[in-house]
């Protein structure tokens, strides 16, 4: 088993930034990606960025390219989300999941093995 624990979450003004965070333990061998999805009230689990552990590639959605970064400490099996710029739009859940890959895109909910409980970031304008 592989538990997910996500923190850095909270209220933001637009335009301020936040770091979530999120840990992984456990059976975290032939780990492949992990990622951040979000999901707001009444909206579909949206898909933020993912990070591929070997190589450390990086993909975002389109709504947060040029504002989020994406990073892992491998060490620590660790990625941080750092958020800049934030907007009201950007109010949700946001969720840490791990992929061991093989399932599909990464962009896809169904391509993760596992999930974090999720963290509430509030932006107001």
């Known amino acids: 088993q592989v538990q997910l624990v996500e923190s850095g979450g909270g209220l933001v003004q637009a335009g301020g930034s936040l770091r979530l965070s999120c840990a992984a333990s456990?059976?975290?061998?032939?780990?492949?990606?992990m990622s951040w999805f979000r999901q707001a009230p009444g909206k579909e689990r949206e898909f933020v960025a993912a990070?591929?552990?070997?190589?450390?590639?990086?993909y975002y959605g389109d709504s947060v390219k040029g504002r989020f970064t994406l990073s892992r400490d491998n060490a620590k099996s660790t990625v941080y989300l750092q958020m800049n710029s934030l907007k009201p739009e950007d109010t949700a859940i946001y969720y840490c999941?791990?992929?061991?890959?093989?399932?599909?895109?990464?962009?896809?909910?169904?391509?993760?093995?596992?999930w974090g409980q999720g963290t509430q970031v509030t932006v107001s304008s």
């Open positions: 456990g059976r975290t061998f032939s780990l492949d990606a």
């Open positions: 990070i591929t552990w070997s190589l450390g590639i990086t």
């Open positions: 999941a791990l992929s061991r890959g093989g399932s599909g895109s990464y962009y896809w909910v169904k391509s993760y093995d596992y």
